[in-house]
């Protein structure tokens, strides 16, 4: 039995998971899919406050309050900046690494550049990008955009303060979504990054939302990822 800590990009919430939660717990391992500060069923809590720091605690303090150990721990999307953060912070409480068509932070800097300027909201709200921008399956598209809610700017403005501890947790894996962005995957730099990192890197030919897409080859692959570096594709 392995234990799986499961977040979220922006936007999204624990929601997204529920697929691969259910598949996982089916096999008997141990999930865990927080909700970060601001957004779904924590978006009461949104405030201009709100960074990349907060999202960071957030799953830092899960597993250290939840007294977790090897942790099989995956971010999508804009949680790489997150999950790198987490990684950093508390290596020895991480077994393996999972990016997620997912950012991989540089020390001291954000992700500000990614920002998509047209949803801006009263000057710190960054409202959603629509389900279909990112190819998430057809069926699936009204029900994400409902879920979807607001999460604050600073979460893209703050810079990544890294160590460099991440990168030598000894499993590290990197999974492209190839199935969207017209033929040019958007996370493509960061995926070649990993490439040249040495890390373990898989593509799945679907939408942005592997979870959502592609449920129980992305549990196949985080399952694998359990079992360290070794592991086949």
């Not at 309050?65 to 290596?91: N, T």
């Not at 979460?155 to 894996?173: D, M, Y």
């Not at 449920?215 to 985080?222: D, K, Q, S, V």
């Amino acid at each position: 039995m392995s234990t799986f800590v499961l977040v979220h990009g922006a936007w999204h919430g624990s929601w997204c998971w529920k697929r691969v939660r259910r598949e996982l717990q089916s096999r008997g391992h141990d999930v865990f899919t927080p909700t970060l500060t601001g957004v779904a069923d924590r978006s009461h809590l949104l405030t201009p406050e709100i960074t990349l720091e907060t999202h960071i605690l957030d799953v830092a303090n899960l597993i250290e309050w939840e007294e977790l150990g090897d942790v099989v721990l995956c971010g999508h999307s804009y949680a790489g900046a997150v999950v790198a953060g987490v990684a950093d912070r508390i290596p020895q409480r991480v077994q393996s690494l999972v990016y997620l068509d997912a950012f991989i932070p540089e020390n001291g800097q954000g992700l500000s550049k990614n920002i998509p300027a047209e949803r801006l909201q009263d000057g710190w709200k960054v409202l959603p990008i629509a389900a279909s921008k990112f190819s998430v399956n057809v069926a699936d598209r009204a029900w994400v955009d409902r879920q979807c809610t607001p999460q604050s700017i600073d979460c893209w403005l703050q810079p990544s303060k890294l160590n460099g501890n991440q990168e030598r947790i000894a499993s590290i894996v990197y999974v492209l979504a190839t199935g969207w962005g017209g033929g040019h995957p958007p996370f493509l730099p960061h995926y070649s990054k990993a490439l040249g990192q040495g890390w373990k890197t898989i593509q799945v030919e679907c939408g942005h939302d592997v979870m959502l897409d592609e449920p129980t080859r992305l549990t196949e692959i985080l399952v694998d990822a359990s079992f360290g570096p070794s592991s086949a594709a």
